[in-house]
């Protein structure tokens, strides 16, 4: 955040009177609020699609209020969408920190996460976000993973974790060792494509030879330039980071150069079966990194369900396909009612902020553990790699070929080549 920027907020920020005394006990009402902020449009919009359901389930569960130290708490989510814009994070932010004043900010998106980190820490806000690699949350906010933030934590896979997976799906499979990247150019594409600490570093450290496609733009439609450089350069496998529409437009392309590698890992791109059967027949044997399925052993601290049962009440109530977003969602849910719980006063801001950082909770996706995490404010959590395949119910599957970094998880055969056409 650039200076002018922050000194704008921080005066904004001041003029709401909240920079006066953070923690302070608001002792004028029992009502809690939160405010949640998720890609419900925009680009992202599939990161929210099972937002709507998630939000009625948690509303339904609180419906008779929190009861903390014997006081019932009335409980009050208040949802909004940023719309996949980094400045729509930063009003929606200063809207539920200035004008509604909320407890507890919980933020289901990467770059509002960075937005609203800083906005939370100026403000006294405890704040929980998720579902953005740890190392685009803590560089993309200016700082160094020793140092930590006062209000705002995050739990997520790592960068490293989740290009491991990729590395030995792609071992998997025999190809020429050649690959072709490129990524969007956002926090979490940057960290992706880092040459010290991204995949090009994990690549050349596991024997992969790199053909480099550089950073595009969220517009971008045209990847010719990058088809026709991995094509001469005979690159077997395709990877990077981006939205399942530009990789869409990409293999599109690419089927039309003739160019038809034998894997494609793309992050992010692949999460959500839409996009998978918005490619049609060529979807089959697309690989990607998987944040949560129905397979994974644990279970939610809130409902008593496990990954299987949240995933299929989900289904039969929406008649949509299960979503790896759904665990993720469930799970900020979890953390943050656990720590009002914890705090022993879901008024008194400090002592909710001091429950997040003392808190070890087995969630949906796994354990959460702040407590005892090497980086201040960051819980590590599991990733595991995956591949769709057709399926009979729905058009894809997706089956767990790679579990090194989701211990306790068990793989369901190994990656395929993609099928030649």
């Known amino acids: 955040m650039s200076f002018t920027r922050r000194t704008l907020l921080t005066k904004a920020l001041a003029t709401g009177g909240l920079l006066a005394a953070p923690g302070l006990v608001r002792a004028e009402s029992r009502r809690v609020r939160i405010g949640y902020i998720s890609a419900l449009s925009g680009p992202r919009a599939e990161f929210g699609t099972a937002d709507p359901w998630m939000l009625t389930q948690v509303r339904g569960l609180l419906a ?5 130290g014997g006081v019932t708490h009335e409980v009050e989510i208040l949802s909004r969408d940023n719309e996949s814009n980094p400045n729509r994070s930063s ?4 809207d539920l920190i200035l004008r509604e004043n909320v407890d507890l900010l919980l933020v289901q998106d990467l770059d509002a996460s960075i937005v609203t980190g800083e906005m939370s820490d100026m403000a006294g806000i405890p704040a929980i976000s998720t579902m953005g690699p740890w190392q685009a949350w803590v560089y993309g906010r200016g700082a160094t993973p020793e140092a930590g933030f006062p209000w705002s934590f995050t739990f997520f896979w790592g960068v490293d974790a989740a290009l491991g997976t990729f590395v030995r799906m792609w071992d998997q499979v025999a190809t020429n060792r050649q690959v072709g990247d490129f990524y969007f150019d956002n926090a979490a594409g940057r960290a992706f494509s880092d040459p010290a600490l991204g995949l090009p570093a994990l690549m050349a450290g596991a024997g992969y030879r790199r053909t480099p496609g550089g950073l595009y733009q969220i517009d971008t439609t045209d990847f010719a330039a990058q088809v026709s450089q991995f094509q001469q350069a005979g690159a077997d496998i395709v990877t990077g980071f981006g939205f399942a529409t530009h990789w869409a437009s990409f293999w599109a392309q690419a089927g039309q150069a003739g160019y038809h590698p034998k894997v494609a890992s793309f ?8 996009a998978i059967e918005a490619l049609g027949a060529r979807g089959e044997g697309m690989t990607t990194e998987v944040w949560w399925s129905p397979q994974m052993p644990w279970r939610s601290s809130l409902t008593g369900q496990s990954a299987a049962e949240l995933a299929r009440a989900y289904e039969a109530d929406t008649g949509r396909q299960w979503l790896q977003t759904l665990g993720y969602s469930h799970a900020l849910f ?13 008024k008194d801001r400090a002592a909710v902020r001091a429950a997040i950082a003392g808190m070890t909770l087995d969630t949906v996706v796994g354990r ?5 995490s090497p980086i201040p404010n960051v819980a590590q959590t599991a990733v595991a790699g995956g591949q769709w395949r057709r399926a009979k119910r729905f058009a894809y599957d997706l089956h767990i070929t790679e579990t090194h970094f989701a211990p306790g998880l068990t793989p369901d055969g190994e990656t395929l080549a993609l099928p030649v056409p």
């Open 64 to 68: 008779a209020g929190l009861t903390v």
């Open 91 to 94: 009003e929606v932010g200063a």
């Open 267 to 274: 992050a992010a791109a692949f999460l959500f079966p839409s």
């Open 334 to 346: 979890e953390t943050g009612i656990a720590a009002l719980k914890a705090s022993g006063a879901p």
């Open 368 to 372: 959460v553990d702040w407590a005892g």
